[in-house]
């Protein structure tokens, strides 16, 4: 059984969030500059609670950014069930 200090949750959950600021960031970038010289595609999910709404430029856009959700979803739980056993 791995034990999780409340110290070790806290850096991963800044870590984690510092990741998803750049990516966001380098995402952003890489859109204007797309935009700059053609078309680009873009996609987004906005959850209001469990309810996801998705959002794209495309249906293909759409259905990339619905199973992206799906998959983040699913580590999600996946961490709050193993901290949840882990704090046991």
Do not use: H, Y
Request: aromatic share 6%.
């Amino acid at each position: 059984m791995i034990a999780l200090r409340v110290e070790d949750v806290l850096k991963a959950g800044v870590l984690i969030t510092f990741v998803g600021i750049v990516l966001t960031a380098l995402a952003i970038l890489l859109l204007a500059i797309k935009n700059a010289s053609g078309r680009g595609e873009w996609g987004g999910v906005i959850l209001i609670g469990p309810v996801p709404i998705v959002v794209g430029s495309s249906p293909k856009m759409a259905l990339i950014v619905a199973v992206l959700a799906l998959a983040m979803m699913l580590i999600m739980l996946f961490l709050m069930w193993s901290a949840a056993k882990g704090f046991r």
